[in-house]
């Protein structure tokens, strides 16, 4: 069973910047693209970013793209989402899932795990 584990939300100001981490159990994480999503209040849960099983290939939401980058580490089992110029419309909770494929892709359906969730909250 595969589990996914976030951390590094919190609140920040408008223009900061936050660093946000995603520990996975299980010895398949280098095979498998990883992916963040969100969700804010009252509006549907939406693709962020996305990152091949070897961290060559990303993909980006336009609404983060030039300001969030995704990357991993498989040695730690970790993926990380670095988010900076943050905009107080970043305001959500971010999940962590795991695609069904080795590459990346923006379809919540194609990721079969999911995280818990870490708040992440941008004051104006």
């Known amino acids: 069973q595969v589990q996914l584990v976030e951390s590094g939300g919190g609140l920040v100001q408008a223009g900061g910047s936050l660093r946000l981490s995603c520990a996975a159990s299980?010895?398949?994480?280098?095979?498998?693209?990883m992916g963040w999503f969100r969700q804010a209040p009252g509006k549907e849960r939406e693709f962020v970013a996305a990152?091949?099983?070897?961290?060559?290939?990303?993909y980006y939401a336009d609404s983060v793209k030039g300001r969030f980058t995704i990357s991993r580490d498989n040695a730690k089992n970790t993926v990380y989402l670095q988010m900076n110029s943050l905009k107080p419309e970043d305001t959500a909770v971010y999940y962590c899932?795991?695609?069904?494929?080795?590459?990346?892709?923006?379809?919540?359906?194609?990721?079969?795990?999911w995280g818990q969730g870490t708040q992440v909250t941008v004051s104006s």
């Open positions: 899932a795991r695609r069904n494929t080795p590459v990346p892709g923006g379809e919540a359906e194609q990721y079969a795990y």
């Open positions: 299980g010895r398949t994480f280098s095979s498998y693209a």
């Open positions: 990152v091949n099983w070897g961290g060559s290939m990303t």
